[in-house]
């Protein structure tokens, strides 16, 4: 990828220095034009691009590089890896711009990436002429936003990417982004959900939308926990009526936990605390249909044997006329 790379920038014009570990690459960087370095501390550029195999080589990179410049990081590593050679390039006055790449090596070669760049927008901004010579589009992302707690400014940047760039092999991993960024900004089930229903329907898109995604596991916790929430807060708002005797609307929450979160811890809680309140209201066949509904989900549990009323077998009629024989 990086030697694809360097040849895409030799031949748009820009001058390349470059370093590699393996001394065949350096000689074909300068068969092509470039001009090979001997070791990375002799990397000095205003922008440095590094496509690196593991995450150690990018931190041996990090401790080596000098110089006031910015770092176009390529690699596919973990963001954790990332952080940590940012924070050790800032220390040498360099700043990193994360930008992980969409496309193969056959693709490098003909300039056919999506280059997604996060980071300090005056980085990027610096960078951006290069992007041109070696991708077909780059895109400024929220994830440096993100960073910053700024979420809603997060979430519609890698919604726009998802919007820009729907076939992209990084399309799903931008969605589940804007899913996350709204989230976060719904912590607590006692705020105003606004934000969590929307990250609940960013979550629940990027399902339709991409149905074979690697990503589908994790969406679906994702999906699962967001869903416990909601039905915490409708059954917290059901309890705050239950506490003042306002019954009616109580029994409305209760009902919506059970409807719309059926699998949740919270929906056996209203089952309860429905039952509690139609035997408070005197309510005999409301009780007794969710008594029925309440054993049928929850079969053999204590707690409703001994809330509900003992189920009787319907009496059957006896038929007083007798055969004639």
Wanted: glycine share 6%; charged share 25%; with cysteine.
């Amino acid at each position: 990828m990086g030697s694809a790379m360097a040849g895409n920038l030799l031949k748009a014009g820009v001058e390349v220095r470059g370093y590699d570990v393996v001394a065949g690459k350096r000689a074909a960087l300068k068969r092509a034009g470039g001009k090979p370095a001997a070791s990375i501390g002799q990397l000095k550029a205003s922008v440095i691009i590094t496509s690196l195999p593991s995450a150690a080589a990018l931190h041996a990179v990090a401790e080596e590089l000098k110089g006031k410049s910015v770092v176009i990081e390529t690699s596919t590593l973990p963001i954790e890896d990332k952080e940590k050679a940012r924070d050790t390039l800032k220390r040498a006055g360099i700043t990193l711009l994360d930008c992980p790449l969409s496309g193969t090596g056959a693709q490098a070669k003909t300039k056919d990436l999506v280059v997604f760049a996060s980071g300090e927008r005056k980085a990027f901004d610096l960078a951006k002429s290069v992007f041109p010579a070696f991708s077909r589009s780059h895109y400024y992302l929220g994830k440096a936003q993100q960073r910053r707690k700024q979420h809603l400014l997060a979430a519609q940047s890698f919604t726009r990417l998802t919007e820009s760039f729907p076939d992209d092999t990084l399309a799903d991993d931008a969605l589940m982004e804007a899913g996350d960024s709204y989230a976060k900004l719904w912590r607590k089930p006692a705020l105003d959900p606004q934000y969590g229903h929307t990250a609940l329907a960013t979550y629940r898109t990027l399902l339709s939308l991409y149905p074979n995604s690697a990503l589908r596991p994790d969406i679906e916790r994702r999906v699962v926990r967001l869903e416990q929430l909601m039905a915490t807060k409708d059954y917290e708002t059901g309890m705050y009526y239950l506490r003042r005797k306002f019954y009616d609307p109580a029994v409305l929450y209760f009902k919506d936990v059970i409807r719309k979160y059926p699998d949740s811890g919270r929906a056996r809680d209203s089952y309860i605390r429905l039952v509690q309140a139609y035997r408070a209201i005197k309510y005999r066949d409301d009780l007794k249909e969710t008594c029925d509904l309440a054993r049928e989900r929850y079969p053999g549990d204590a707690e409703f044997n001994s809330l509900c009323p003992a189920a009787t077998a319907t009496p059957v009629a006896a038929d007083s006329a007798r055969a004639v024989p």
